[in-house]
């Protein structure tokens, strides 16, 4: 008897896979609020690999960074502290 590895939609990501298109889920369990779908990871094709962000972007994220909290919102007036 084999064993197929079981993940849902999300999990593969991880290591940069997802299900293939058209793929049909081969088990499905109640979670409390909906229908968790799973797919065999053997099915599954890679994700585009990771690009590392350009020259340009690179700068753009960091002057959005120095920027974050000094504007006040628009909605009650005053500045929003940043998480980073």
């Known amino acids: ?6 993940l ?4 593969p990501k991880v290591g ?3 299900p293939s298109a058209g793929l049909q889920p081969v088990a499905y369990y109640w979670q409390g609020q909906g229908w968790v779908y799973q797919y ?3 099915l599954a094709v ?3 690999p990771y690009r590392a962000p ?5 700068d753009t994220l960091a002057v959005g ?3 974050a909290g000094t504007e006040p919102c628009a909605s ?3 500045h929003i502290a940043g998480t980073r």
């Open 76 to 78: 009650w007036g005053q």
């Open 65 to 67: 960074r120095q920027r």
């Open 1 to 6: 008897m084999t064993t197929i590895l079981l």
């Open 16 to 18: 940069r896979l997802k």
């Open 46 to 48: 890679a994700i585009m």
């Open 54 to 58: 350009s020259t340009a972007q690179q």
């Open 8 to 11: 849902t939609k999300t999990q």
């Open 40 to 42: 065999a990871v053997g």
